[in-house]
Each structure stands twice: as structure tokens, then as C-alpha cells.
């Protein structure tokens, strides 16, 4: 019986010591060098796997940061500065400023001004909408509603308004990673410089038909009547494909162009309200707070 | 309900076919061996079924109402076939608490651990049996004598099926002849009058279960017939090497689970391979490992652990092996 | 009797109208003329606001090799060039067209009489076609030129006249060949003639008894036609699958009918041909089947393109109260239409309405994993797997289990048992996977 026992310790403890070396040799033969700053960078990173600066992962970004010479054109956007910094002070690299955007839909087609003339019964997914037709709308470029953009979300920093069908952006927690922006099939989104008290000034339409038709399909569409681009002393504005476009940093917020759009495409959000004047605020701005 | 026009992608015609009209086609091809059941085994048979089903059912519900808080989906049917299969894997003297455990290994830890219908890598009713013939091992193999309504529920006569009273006699040395006498004639094991679990010994009834899942289309040929069909191979190849020591092909089909599992258990769409070659190899498989279980294993019967061992590889298959492709490339010369 | 091996389907047949005799359906008042009415590039507009035109005359220009010339089907004045939501279901470019009269283009033949006697050479008959602008009438509108054109190196060996209309309700090809019998075999003729092969085979199914007789009957005139019935079932009327039900070639992966020697065309392109070629007559109408199971006279009408399908619904007996959809095309591959006014273009073999009953889907239910997708997928893919990997945006692997295989026939979304968008999602995958391998060529 003992000698059972003997045999039976001695061989695994022969096995043991076998495997042992061959792990300790293919170990050895396989060792991967990493520099060690890779990690103490990853450490610093929020973590979110986001892909918002245009890397895989925040690993990938940590080695990009690590090998790049300069910080020019890296950049975190859910960390935003202070990650930029103390990645700079771990690798003795100068920290470039960026300034920090929001993601902001550039739509505004609630059924309200953009009524329904049909019912989509396939798979809720814009993707799948877009591919099919223009849309429960005869707008062929505004929001579908499906929410793409909220399950691309990964900051809870989008949702989908069951009322007007379309997204809402919570700015503060909004990272500007971009998910939403790539995940719109209709290129909706776009990521704005952030301003103080996160105030905006921005035309919510993407209809490129003309202006007969855009008015036609949504009431609040862009018909470039060059209107605001007339009225802007900034050079902010710029009309192209039947659409105008507010340059958030050109933009200086002075509100002339909100006013002088016929259609109420422009939206101002996050501005104390208006001293009483007469149609002054455009129908399509009370839909944030 | 709105007057607009509907638009969505094609198809817009759609078959008739529905989970849960699937799942009644199951039970309803189950109906004939619960009858035979009945008739062998008298009412502890309908006592065992009705706990097991009922049970069955309720965890389900009781689990997606509180635990997942979704949507309660025991109208699908599926838990029903779940809780019959459970009832006819075990012997129709089971106490109602082993039954209560075994229905709540089925679907607690086998299908909803899992995400529920569709998710679960093992047949969630031969998991429960497997489960209680390792806890109960008395209760799960003391098989009630048939003695039709006469016989009792829980005070019933209890004997060994045919299948143990080989593996027995075969191990003790005793002669096959001697043991030949022993267990039931074919033809009395085709119509099921013999020890066994509930709905496993009736041959003929689950035949004709099995006839109308085919007609129905509510599954293919493939796997019953791999199964079977390399069930009766293996012991052909067996009896014609060793007629002293091994049991002829006829009593391998008819004695045990072998009907049950190749008709009703392999067949589990949620845990068997997604196209027919596998569907073939998953047969042969189940069918080998049964033969070697029952041949040189420790237990008499094993097609609730050959099914389990092939469930385990559908994953593997439907990953490796694909349907055949139209068009596929044939590299000439 | 012939068909396909491996999977398909049998969707009830619903073939209401097939006893109806083709009627001519009046002009309407006003035609919107899409330019891009085919695959490959819009035409290029060659009328403007304001000019008169007759009919048959072109009003657009194909615009380079895979395109096709639009004639106008109606005569008068183009009262505006704007965008029309089409059966694509986007804004596309379109002729609109006040008509008054029904004044043609001199070069027609409009006489009854069949012409027998083909005069024009190989390359002359192609030109013709292409002219015309003929293209596939099945309903995937593939510029027939293009298909005529056997490129260097490739040879074809056989014709496939495609009489199978496979889908559920269509019954246009079916009137087609019994009424214009003769004609289809004319331009089949032609057909061989452009392809320079000596055999052709018309694929009809077996539920369409009348129209196999009568072809055959009029087949034997005919040198190297002959008439195939084949057994009823979904999708035959796919190239792929009837080259395969009748030929028994497998048209490999990627490639194209050509590379197993054989050209595939429509009844109704073979008519059109005859037409383009014999009677000098550029393709301006179709026939179309106006269907469904609450139109109160459902029935195949001879149709100008350009007219709105609320006409065709008007003279079927007007849209039922109970409408839910309205199809142009068949139930397994057709379009729904988001509103009646939407154009027929050379392509709409048919409308069909369908009541709120039958428009809208149950509910999608988890996977069983039943495998009946993968049993009747024509194509042997493994349609539950490609839309888990779309859904989870795995392309790379939907890409690798040959997504962009998928001829979107529908089978898979039709058996499934817990109603799930196999199809949708398949289609997004396989656009985005055709997309990526786009881009892949691209930047290298």
C-alpha cells in the first residue's frame, strides 16, 4: 500500500517538474518585450474602450502615445485634458490643447413638423430603414429614429425622445468619443465645439433637396435661402448642397442668424430667453431645456 | 391603428409555421406514448407527468417573471415538452419532491442560467434526469413492473429493466441464453410491457410519434436515423464477433432510451446541429457512445449521457462543418 | 421533372389573375419618366422643360456601357425635370410629361402582323437592344446589351428563356407567353442569333399547364427551342438555380451565368427584343399584373412605363379601405411602395395589395435553432448564423461565411418559424461587407 503512495507522489511530482521546465522554456521563447510605459499610460486612460480616438482600444492609443514623437494629432476625448496631461508627464512629452466638442444631432424633424406618411415595420434599426426607403417621411436625409445612435452609445449620454422620435444629447455626459456619429447611416451627428454653459447655435437640417421640397417634407428644414449667411459677420456661415452650415468656431453667438431664418432651422439652445419681441424665438427651439 | 401604408423590407408573405405550433406537433407526437405509459404503469404515470410538466412550466414562469423581469413566454409550449420529456425519462414511481428538483435543474440551471429558449447548450430535460439518476440513484432506477392500472403508485412491485438484467448477468458470467430467458420477447418490448422509464418502453408508440414528426416536417430524418442506425450497426458488428457475450441489434432498439432519445431527445432543435451533415455525424456519435456506455460502461443505459456528450460538440460542429454551398468552387484536375 | 436540389420554398401560389387576358390600360393624363430605371448609371436627360415629344422617342441617354436609353411612352409636352420617389424609395430624377394624344415615332411597325424573318446581323441586333433600351424584365432591369455582349474568351453554349415566374400572385409572364407565344419565340430566335448559340431552353413551371402546351406547340416551328416544364418552387426564377434546374451547371461563387456557358433572359425580354428588333419598337410599356385578394377586379394590363400605379389600382377596381401595403413586385422580393404615385418603370412586373391583415410582421421570437433557414436556403448559407454575426456587426466573418452569396430571395425569413428578420439583417450585412471590400480595392 505504501508503496503505492510512493509511486504514485514521485511520478506527479516528475510530471510536475517536466511541465515546469517545458512552460519555463516556451515562456521563455515566446516573451514578448513591452515597454513598461505602455502600461503606466493605460493606467491613466479612462478605461472605456471607446474608440473615440480613432484607436481600437485604450491599449492601442496607450502604444500609440508611447511611440508617437509629438502628442499632435492624439488626443483622448473622454478624458480630454487632464488624461492628455498626465499621459504628457509619464512619457516627458508636451500635452497639445484640444478643445473639447459635444455631439449635437443636426435635426429637428419631430412628427410635429415633419409628418409621418407611412409605417415602417422592419427591424427597428436605422441602418436597415436608411437602406430601404427615405423614410416613415418624406424627408430623405433627417432622423429615422430607430436609435442607432443611443445603442452606439456607451456613456448613456443619448436617448431617444419617444415624443419627438429623435435623440437627446446629455451634454455633461457626453465624451465626444464619436460612436454616434459613425453609427448615424445619415450622418447626423456632429461633434461641435463645446461653448460655455454649453450654449449652441447650429442648423438643425441636413435635407440637401431644394427648397421646395425640403419645406415640403419638415417644416423646420434648411431651403438655403442664404438668409443667415447674409446677416453673419463672422464668415461663421457657409451655404453648399442647398444646406447652410454654422462653423462652431467661427461662431461667435450673436444670434443674428436665429432670428432671420424663415424656417426656424437654426436652433439656439442654453440661451437665457429673449427680451419680448415678436416672433423672435423660432418655433423649433423649446424642444430642450 | 393608423391608416399609413406599411413598408418594410421583403419578404412580405410569411409560412405558417410557428415555435409554438412546433412545439404542440411535439407534444402532440408525445401523446401516444403518454397513453402507453398510462396503460402500462396506471396513474403514477399521469402523477408524474402532470407534476413534471407543471412544474416545469411554473419555474419558467416564476424565473422570467421575477429573475429576468421580461417578457413571460411559457404560451411557446416549450417548457411543456420539457416537463413531458422529464416525465418520460424516469420511472413512473418517482416521489413528487425528486420530480420538483429535477424540473427545476431543467430549467433553472440548464435553460434559463442560459437566456432561456434557444440559448442552452444541453437538452435541458435529459440534464435533469441525469441530474437525479446521479442524486437519487435508488429511487431513479427502481422500475415499477408493469401491471397496468392496477399498478400502485408508490407501493409498486419493482423489477429490473432488460437492459440491467444483462449488464448484471453478463458481469456475474452467467450464460446468454440463461439471460435470454429472462428479459421480455421482442414483440412484448416493442409493445412496451417491461420495466423502464415511463415513456421509453412502448417502441410502438413512439414510432408512430416519431411518423407524424416526419410527416409534419417538424423534424428531418437525419438524426433519428444516424442514431438508430449506428446503434444497430455497432451491436450487429458486436453480436455477429461474440453472439456468447453481446446482445443481439433488436433488443439494443428495443430496451432502454434508445427510441426516446434518437426520435424525441437527440432531436431538440436548440441543442442538436444546425445542418444535415452534422446532423448525420451528431447521430453516429450519440449512437457509438451509447453502445460503449452500455457495453463496457458502468451503467446499463446511455443515451442521456451520449446525447449530453454530443450536445456538447454541436458548437464545435456548426462551427466547422458547413451545408454544402451552391457554386461552391470545385478545383478542376 | 426538373428543378433545383437543394432548398426553396412553396409560398402559396395566389396566381389570381392567371385566366385574366392582358387589357390595354387608357393613357393617363400625365406620365413622370424616371431616367434611371435599370442597373448601372442613370441616363442623362436629353429633352428639356417644355418640349414636345412623341412617343417612342428617347428622352435620356445611357451613360456608358452598363446604362440604358429611357424613351418617352406617351406624346406631348415635358412639362418639368424634378425628382419623383420611386420604387427604390428614394427621390430619383425623373421626365414628367403632360400628355396629349398618342403620337408615335414614325420608324415603328405598329401593324398587327408578326414579322418572322430576321434581317439584321449579330452586332446590329445588340445595337438595336441596346438602343431600345431593353433590359432584364424579370425585375432586376440588367441592361440586356450587356448580357448580349460575350466578352473575349467566353463562350455560350446555350440559351435559358426564363417563363418560370416563381413568385406568388405574378402572373405577367404567364399572359405573356399565352398570348404573345409566338412573338417570345421570334425574339428568342433573335436572342440566339446575337449570342451566336443553336439551343435554347424555355423553363416554365408545371403550375402553369396552358402556357407549357401552348408553348410547345409553337416551339416546334422553331429551330433548337425547346420547352421545360419544371416542378413549382421558390426561388426558381433565380438565374443561379434555373441554369441548375435545367442545365445542371453550378454557376460558381462570384461568377457570372457566362462562366458556365449559358445567358439567361426573361419572356419579357425576349418579347421586348422581338419588338426592338422586328417592329423597330424602343421598350415604353409592359405588362403588369394588378393583384391582390381585396381588389375587386384584379387583372394584367398592358401598361405605358411612366403611369402612376395609383392608375393601375383605379382600373383594378380602386385601393381597398383595408389596405396595409402595396407592392410593386412579387410578396418574396418586391418593394413596398411608400405611396400610389410612385411610377411603373420597366421593371414592375407587378402591384400587389396586400389588406392590413397580411401587411404587417409577428413579432420576432428568440432563435430555436430549428435549422429549417439553413434546409431551405437555395444557396446552402447559414442564414440564422450570418444574421447573428450582422446583428453583432462581425462582418469580417459574415464575409468569410459568404454573406455577399446571398441572392436575398427571402426563403429563410419566410420559413422561420419565430418570425425573425433573417433577411433584413442579411441584406445589411452583405451591403456593408460589399461596401468594406469596396473600400478594401480602393485603397490598395
Redesign the interface.
Known sequence: MSITIIITIVTLSLLALLSAVILYFIASKFKVYEDPRIDEVQAVLPAANCGGCGFAGCRNFAEALVKAETFEGLNCPVGGAPVMAEAARILGKEAVAVEPTVAVLLCNGSPEFRP???????VPDCR?AHS??LG?TDCSYGCLGYGDCERACTFDALHMNPVTGLPEIIDDKCTACGACVKACPRHLLELRKKAKKDRKIYVACQNCDKGGPARRACKVACIACNKCFNVCKFEAITIANNLAYIDSYKCTFCRKCVTECPTGSILEINFPPRKAKTEAEPEGAAVKP | ??N????????????K???R??MLGVIIALVPALFASVFYFGYGAIIVTAVSVLSCVAFEYLIQRFVFRRQI?IN?F?AVVTGLLLAFNVPSNLPVFIIIIGAFVSIAIAKMTFG????NPFNPALVGRVFMLISFPVQMTSWPVPKGFATGYLDAVTGATPLAIVKEGLKNGEPIQQLLAQIPTPARMFLGNMGGSMGEVAAAALILGGIYLLWKKII?WHVPVSVIGSIVIFTSILWLVNPEKNMDPVFHLLAGGVLLGAIFMATD??T?????RA?IIYGCGIGILTVIIRVWGAYPEGVSFAILIMNAFVPLM?AYI?????????KNG | MKTFP?GG?H??ESKLTAGCPTEVLPLPKSVVIPVSQHIGAPANVIVSKGESVRTGQAIAEGKGFVSAFIHSSVSGKVSKIDTIIDTT?YRQTAVFIDVEGDEWIESIDRSEEIVTGISLSQEEIVKKCSASGIVGMGGATFPSHVKLTVPAGKKCDVLIINGVECE?YLTSDHRLMLERGEEVLIGTTILMKALNVTRALVGIESNKKDAIEHMTRLASAFQGITVCPLKVKYPQGAE?QLI?ALIKR????G?LPLDVNSVVHNVGTAFAVYEAVQKNKPLFERIVTVTGKSLARPGNYLVRTGTPVSRLIEAAGGLPED?????SGG?????????TEVPVVKGTSGI?V?P?S?????KA????????C??V??????P??LMTLSEKGLFEKAEQE?IT?CM?C?SC???????R?L??YI?LGKSTVIRMARERVTKK
Open positions: 409621418h406618411n407611412t409605417k415602417y415595420d422592419g436597415i430601404l426607403y416613415e | 391603428m393608423s399609413l401604408l406599411n413598408v418594410s423590407p421583403s419578404p412580405h408573405v410569411y409560412g409555421e410557428t415555435t405550433k412546433l413566454t411557446d416549450s432561456g429558449l434557444g440559448n428531418t432543435y436548440v442538436s446541429p444546425m445542418n444535415p446532423m456548426n458547413k451545408p454544402k454551398r451552391f457554386g461552391e468552387v470545385v | 437543394k420554398v409560398p402559396p424609395g406568388p443561379k441548375r453550378e454557376v460558381p461563387s461568377k389596405t396595409g401595403k402595396i407592392l410578396p418574396m422580393m418586391g418593394k413596398a411602395l411608400a405611396n400587389v396586400l392590413k397580411d401587411s404587417s410582421r409577428s421570437g428568440p432563435c430555436i435553432r430549428c435549422a429549417r439553413v434546409s436556403c437555395p444557396i446552402g448559407l447559414e440564422y448564423l459568404r452569396d436575398e427571402g425569413s419566410f420559413e422561420c418559424p419565430a418570425s428578420p433577411l433584413d441584406r
